[in-house]
């Protein structure tokens, strides 16, 4: 079973911030927050992974609070293209596990 | 970089008809991965791959579903016989590290 919770789906004006919560309150010390996208008809890609400190790529930036129980993906200015359903996923960093999904937050950007 | 090639992308066949999904992982990928995906849910691992051998079948439907990697490069799953339950968007990922890359996907529909 997945260890995250989303909300279902959620609406964002396209220019502006999109922030995508995702509590895991069950994370493990050794456990890592991913999160993944999947967009219309592709298969699913990485868009950014922490563990316990704020991070930031090229795609969003990731902020995980104190405690570790929840986390909030953040796209900075949403784009059409953004509309998607996001993943946030929580597993171990060395290995090759499995990847646990759940149903995902399906995220419209809208004009 | 080439990304995770799967074919065909579409297959409709009628229940109790065999069908089989190719898999070519990134060069240089050791892991490929198997998962499978229902409409509106996330994706679920049916067997994942550690070069030619697989590590973990464990929600491989092993009386119907079989795969193999020969040569620990390109992979096939097979379904025989398909039943209606099997419709869904079979994925293959691969990873070196922690991070996975997934194909396009092949959407099965069994009439």
């Known amino acids: 079973d997945a260890k995250t919770t989303q909300p279902p789906s959620m609406d964002c004006a396209e220019g502006r911030a999109a922030n995508l919560p995702c509590n895991h309150s069950?994370?493990?010390?050794?456990?890592?927050v991913y999160w993944y996208r999947q967009i219309h008809s592709q298969g699913p890609q990485y868009i950014i992974h922490?563990?316990?400190n704020n991070e930031t790529n090229e795609m969003a930036s990731l902020i995980i609070t104190e405690d570790r129980k929840s986390s909030t993906l953040i796209l900075p200015h949403a784009t059409l293209r953004d509309t998607a359903v996001y993943y946030c996923?929580?597993?171990?960093?060395?290995?090759?596990?499995?990847?646990?999904f759940g149903q995902g937050t399906r995220l419209t950007i809208n004009p | 970089e080439a990304g995770v090639v799967q074919s065909p992308r579409y297959k409709i066949i009628e229940k109790k008809q065999p069908v089989a999904f190719w898999c070519n992982p990134i060069?240089?990928?050791?892991?490929l991965y198997w998962y499978r995906q229902n409409l509106g849910q996330g994706p679920e691992l049916l067997i994942r791959?550690?070069?030619?051998?697989?590590?973990?079948d464990s929600q491989l439907p092993k009386d119907r579903f079989s795969a193999e990697r020969l040569k620990g490069v390109d992979s096939t799953l097979k379904i025989q016989p398909a039943e209606l339950g099997d419709s869904a968007v079979y994925l293959c990922?691969?990873?070196?590290?922690?991070?996975?890359?997934f194909g396009p996907g092949t959407r099965l529909t069994v009439l």
């Open positions: 069950t994370i493990s010390g050794n456990e890592y």
């Open positions: 996923i929580v597993r171990e960093f060395q290995g090759a596990q499995k990847l646990v």
């Open positions: 060069s240089g990928h050791n892991t």
């Open positions: 791959y550690e070069n030619e051998e697989a590590v973990d």
């Open positions: 922490g563990l316990k």
């Open positions: 990922a691969s990873s070196k590290a922690a991070y996975q890359f």
